[in-house]
């Protein structure tokens, strides 16, 4: 019997942004999937239903790949698509697999041999790289950086200096309620004129996004506070 298909399917990264992340391929696929692996299965739920799933949702088989549910054998979340049903992955917020706990799933989907499919939708990182005017054909996603101050302070250093070297642009996040403090961090830390580019709440009615120097930024310093947010580098 031929395997499942795991198709990839990506969600908003902000409330009232349906409308510019689903495609009509994504709702005419997830209109014929019946198994979903979710990071967050009322978050799933809600997505579904703004993409325009026309199956009962109480007809769905959800499992939940949440945090409490890592660490042991993935097996259970492959008997559909061993048996040949193909299965939609689903992350919390954008693209599956990117900065995020499901590419353990797709990982061993490949393991398997089962097809993987990702649909198009949005990726913070990549629309923060677009919009930056930074470099996209070399750049570095580092994720989170140490909350050290002094480990992080180093690490924000050592950034803007292979991004200078380089010629590579640096991204990284932070924990939203902790975007004050590293942004306070970046400006005492970097060069005067190293570009840095702030991406905030991607996709929402108030995005922000803006790139100027470490000296102009100083003279304007914009409140992330809770906020989703890219951080961009690219040193001089």
């Not at 978050?43 to 769905?60: D, M, V, Y």
């Not at 259970?76 to 689903?90: A, I």
């Not at 790139?211 to 890219?230: A, E, F, V, Y």
């Amino acid at each position: 019997m031929p395997k499942g298909t795991l198709f990839l399917v990506p969600v908003p990264l902000a409330d009232n942004a349906a409308h510019k992340t689903y495609t009509p391929y994504l709702k005419e696929t997830i209109n014929q999937l019946s198994e979903y692996i979710v990071e967050n299965e009322k978050t799933a739920r809600k997505c579904l239903k703004e993409a325009g799933l026309t199956i009962a949702q109480s007809q769905l088989l959800i499992h939940d790949y949440g945090k409490h549910q890592r660490g042991g054998s993935l097996g259970e979340f492959f008997t559909g698509l061993e048996s040949g049903r193909n299965v939609g992955l689903m992350s919390e917020a954008g693209c599956p697999g990117i900065a995020d706990p499901g590419a353990d799933i797709v990982a061993e989907a490949h393991k398997r041999g089962i097809k993987v499919v990702p649909l198009v939708g949005p990726s913070s990182i990549l629309l923060a790289l677009m919009a930056s005017g930074f470099n996209g054909q070399s750049f570095t996603f580092h994720g989170y950086l140490p909350i050290d101050k002094v480990l992080r302070a180093k690490r924000i250093k050592e950034l803007e200096t292979n991004s200078a070297r380089f010629n590579q642009t640096q991204l990284f996040i932070e924990t939203p309620f902790r975007n004050n403090s590293i942004l306070e961090e970046v400006l005492r830390t970097c060069s005067p004129k190293t570009r840095f580019c702030i991406a905030c709440n991607l996709t929402a009615e108030d995005e922000f996004i803006k790139t100027q120097s470490i000296t102009d930024w100083k003279k304007n310093i914009p409140d992330l506070h809770k906020k989703p947010t890219i951080f961009l580098l690219a040193g001089s």
